[in-house]
Each structure stands twice: as structure tokens, then as C-alpha cells.
């Protein structure tokens, strides 16, 4: 009997204890896991991240440069252009250039005689291609606002157009002969141009250029009177015709020493500490100091030139913020990030090829033989198959291969890879440095030659104005004295002679034309209406 009990008992144990375990499995089933915060890219807000800035995960040249006019502790290596991984050279297999080159050591040929070779050198870094089945586009007109942005427009019985936005905002007027555009970033540009060829821009300010033309030896050259802030300066340029595009090239009026070229465009074989920029306390400087720093030292002209054209470009960015009454009041911040050592290096390189184009330019204009805008200028760069970085002079609208619009600025770099088609009248580049995320890091933009020659032409005028100051300034404040014979007295261009000399009226003609431009806005909006012409 006693055995019997415990044979139910055992029974019933069991039981209740499959009875349990079959609860258990069933609420794991029904019951939700605890709650976790997983990540994914899909939660990024759309353009954001880094493969939509051209961001790597991989840590980048850490900073260890000491501050500003401080130089580095004993034992430290100096805070060069960039400091790279390791010194081992090895070959590019596509350009044939050795790579993996320390970036305070520029990569240079070895002309004879100090002589910088004509063809300069090609950059180290990627080379980005183009976008595939991307066709180039054949209207080399600058469209404001972007084929993109849906607009109204309107036309008057006089012949005038307006462009409204869908936010109802002004874009573009074209009265009286002059085009008024309304930058996304605030502002507007002038431009009016005469049956004679000459050319006035301006902005709301009374700030820009008067451009008149003159001939020489049958060719078109144009002098551009430039006013800005009290201060009066001019530059020249000839007008040649690429495919089918009439674009003016940037002509020096004068040429330095061969021996001056070779000293800047060779390493001084010494590294130079170099304070005397003069920026400290600047509000250009301290709203773009997030987005570029100056070389703590300088191994030779090319990275001085550097820091000094891109120091010009911003300056004029910031000027162009205060003259459309948007004066920055906080430091300058950038989703993509500052001016990184190879863009800077690739800036350097391009300083570098154009130093050795204007020492052949300036043999020429020693037995008095003009350039061949064909050969030296814009059609050059984009033929020789080698990789060029170009620096935005004003706020661009470009398009990428999307076909979305975008907004470049002054300040920007922007790299073409390669060769466009005989017949393209634009380009395909990568945005290599943006200031802002409008146009990221690594974005593929269509740019019209016209556009990049005035880019190429402002780093001209901006390279002569610092070799001017280098040799200036040749062995004092920190710079190396020049080599004998570097001081020898420039050589004038063929057509320095006869060039006309600044426009003496340009303030008050800068001044006229924007209250003409006022008169014939004012008239456009009025009989458009309120309502961008609905």
C-alpha cells in the first residue's frame, strides 16, 4: 500500500513539473526581448554619415602640431604641410609618381639649371573617376537658379524676365540690360555687359569689377579695373575661343627670373618658421579657423603659396557675406570637416605646375612672344591627363549626377581626373573640401569652363600677388633670402606697352550701375506682382 502512494505521489510530481516547463517555453514564445538601441544607417538623417561626406572611419593626421608661432619640441619632427605614414617610396602603377611620399617633402622633378619643367607634377591621392554613363553637358550658360529648382517665370511687355521660386522668393532679373541674380546665400550679382564688350559686376554693395577691351597684335585683351573696400587694383586678360566658348585667360603683366621660379618652386632645403601672416585677431580668420589652419612651417615657396591663396579666397567669401548684409556673427562650422593635409597638398601641386607654366610664359615674354592661351591656360589643364585641383572664386550653383542642385563657395576645392570629351563645354569634379554640407565631400559636380577658368584665373592673379610679397619680403621675417640673380627686375609681357591703365571712375561706375540695377528691380517686381507673376 505504501509503495502504491508513493508510485501516485511520483505521478503527480512529474506532472506538475512538465506542466511547468511547458508554461515556461510558451512565454518565451509570447514575450518580447528586452529593449536594445541598435543603430543603423537607415536612421541617419539623409546626407549625413561618412560615406555621404567622403569621411573615412580611419583616424586622420591626430593633432600634434603645437600652437600657432610655437615651434615643436626638441626631438619632435616639425609640423610640416603633413606629416605622413612612413617615408617608404614606392611607384604609382597608374601615374608613375612615387607614392606613400612624406608630405612635407613635395614631389618634385629635377629640371637642370633650377628651371621649373613645363609640365609641373601630378599630385599625390586618389584619382576619383567620373560617373558612369554620365553624359557632359553641352550649355556652358551658367543657369541660375539650377534646371532643378522648379520656378515661375515671368515676361514683361519690355522684353524683361523674372524668375521666382516656389517659395515665392526673387532669383534672377534680366532689364535694361543687365542680369541680377539673388544667390541661395543672400546678396545679388550684377552683371551688365555692352554692345563694345566691356563688362561691369558688381553687388548690392558697389563692390567688383569694370572690364573694358583692348587689341594686340589683332588679338582681344580685356582690362579688369577691380574695386573693393576703398581699395583700387587691376588685372588683365586675353579672350580666346574654346570649343566654341569665348572664356578670357588671366595675363600676367609681368614676369620674375627663372632663377626666382626654381627657388619657389624647389624645396629651400631648410625648414622655415614663417608668424608674420598678420591674421591673428581678423574676423575673417577667426570664423574660418575651424575650417583652415596655416602650415606650422613651410619647406618651400609652394606651401607658403598655398596658405596664402587660400587665405585670399576666404577673405573674400567673408567679404562677400558682409556685403549682402549677413555678417557672420558665430566661428564657422563645417559638417565635412577643415582643409585636410591632402587637400592641401594637392593645392600645393597645383601651385607648383602653375609656377612652372608662368617661368615658360616668361621666357616667351623675354623675346617678346605672347602665350598661347591654347597651350597654357584652361585647355591644358583639361587635356593633359593629369589630376587638377581648382579653388571656387564665387557662390557657384552646380548640379551633381543626380541632378539635385547644390552651392559651392568661395574657398571650396573642387578635383577634375581626367580629360572631357572634344566636345563637352563643362566638367565632371569631385568636391574635395566644402565648407558646407550643401555640396558634400566626395559629390560629383557639373562645372562649365567658363566657371573653371575664372576659378584658374583667380589662383593666377592670387600666385602673382604672393611671389610679389616673397620677394618682397625675401630673407626677412622667417622667409629665406632668394638666390643671386632671383631679384633680377621682372620682364614685362609683350603687351605691358600699350595696356591701359586703371579705370580711375570705377567706384562711381560700380556705384551707378547698382542703383540702376535697384531701379530696374523695383520696376520688374512691380509689374510681375507680389505673387512672382501668377
Not at 141 to 167: I, L, Y
Not at 388 to 415: A, E, M, R, W, Y
Amino acid at each position: 500500500m505504501k509503495n502504491l502512494k508513493r508510485r501516485v505521489y511520483l505521478v503527480i510530481g512529474v506532472s506538475l513539473v512538465a506542466a511547468f516547463s511547458l508554461g515556461q517555453a510558451d512565454d518565451k514564445k509570447t514575450t518580447k526581448p528586452p529593449s536594445r538601441r541598435v543603430v543603423t544607417t537607415a536612421a541617419r538623417p539623409a546626407g549625413t554619415g561618412p560615406a555621404a561626406t567622403g569621411q573615412t572611419s580611419r583616424p586622420v593626421y591626430p593633432a600634434q602640431r603645437p600652437a600657432v608661432g610655437q615651434r615643436p619640441a626638441v626631438g619632435q619632427p616639425p609640423a610640416g604641410p603633413a606629416s605622413g605614414p612612413s617615408n617608404v617610396h614606392t611607384v604609382d602603377p597608374n601615374s608613375g609618381i612615387p607614392a606613400g611620399r612624406r608630405m612635407h617633402e613635395p614631389v618634385t622633378n629635377n629640371p637642370p639649371n633650377g628651371v621649373p619643367p613645363g609640365t609641373g607634377t601630378r599630385p599625390n591621392g586618389p584619382v576619383r573617376n567620373m560617373p558612369p554613363n554620365q553624359p557632359y553637358p553641352q550649355n556652358n550658360v551658367r543657369v541660375h537658379p539650377p534646371a532643378a529648382v522648379p520656378v515661375r517665370e515671368w515676361q514683361g511687355k519690355s522684353g524683361s524676365t523674372a524668375q521666382f521660386g516656389t517659395d515665392g522668393k526673387l532669383r534672377q532679373v534680366s532689364a535694361r540690360g543687365m542680369t541680377i541674380v539673388h544667390p541661395p546665400a543672400g546678396g545679388r550679382v550684377i552683371v551688365a555687359v555692352r554692345p563694345d564688350h566691356s563688362r561691369i559686376v558688381t553687388n548690392g554693395a558697389g563692390h567688383g569689377y569694370v572690364q573694358a577691351p583692348f587689341n594686340f597684335r589683332g588679338h582681344e585683351y580685356a582690362r579688369r579695373t577691380y574695386y573693393s573696400q576703398g581699395h583700387t587694383y587691376v588685372n588683365y586678360y586675353r579672350s580666346y575661343s574654346y570649343h566654341n566658348v569665348t572664356l578670357v585667360e588671366y595675363t600676367p603683366v609681368r614676369y620674375y627670373s627663372p632663377v626666382f621660379y626654381g627657388w619657389a618652386y624647389h624645396p629651400w632645403g631648410t625648414t622655415v618658421y614663417y608668424n608674420n601672416w598678420g591674421w591673428s585677431g581678423s574676423p575673417w580668420y577667426s570664423y574660418y579657423g575651424g575650417y583652415f589652419q596655416p602650415y606650422q612651417s613651410y619647406p618651400s615657396a609652394a606651401f607658403w603659396l598655398t596658405d596664402y591663396i587660400i587665405a585670399a579666397s576666404l577673405q573674400a567669401s567673408y567679404q562677400q557675406q558682409i556685403d549682402a548684409q549677413a555678417q557672420p556673427s558665430e566661428p564657422y562650422e563645417s559638417d565635412n570637416g577643415a582643409l585636410t593635409p591632402e587637400v592641401k597638398q594637392a593645392i600645393a601641386a597645383e601651385v607648383q605646375r602653375q609656377l612652372a607654366l608662368e617661368n615658360a610664359e616668361g621666357q616667351q615674354a623675354g623675346q617678346n612672344i605672347e602665350p598661347d592661351p591654347i597651350s597654357s591656360g584652361l585647355p591644358r589643364t583639361l587635356s593633359d591627363g593629369a589630376s587638377h585641383v581648382f579653388i571656387v572664386v564665387d557662390p557657384l550653383n552646380v548640379s551633381d549626377s543626380t541632378g539635385k542642385s547644390c552651392v559651392v563657395s568661395d574657398g571650396d576645392v573642387l578635383q577634375i581626373s581626367g580629360p572631357p570629351p572634344q566636345d563637352a563645354t563643362a566638367g565632371f569634379l569631385t568636391v574635395m573640401a566644402s565648407k558646407d554640407r550643401d555640396c558634400p565631400n566626395g559629390d560629383v559636380v557639373t562645372v562649365a569652363y567658363s566657371d573653371l577658368q575664372d576659378m584658374q584665373n583667380e589662383m593666377r592673379a592670387s600666385l602673382d600677388a604672393g611671389l610679389n610679397q616673397l620677394q618682397t619680403q625675401s630673407g626677412q621675417d622667417g622667409l629665406p633670402p632668394a638666390p643671386r640673380g632671383a631679384t633680377a627686375p621682372p620682364v614685362q609681357s609683350a603687351f605691358a606697352p600699350i595696356a591701359p591703365p586703371p579705370d580711375p571712375n570705377v567706384a562711381f561706375e560700380l556705384s551707378q550701375q547698382a542703383g540702376a540695377a535697384d531701379q530696374a528691380e523695383q520696376q520688374v517686381i512691380n509689374e510681375a506682382g507680389s505673387n512672382g507673376g501668377q
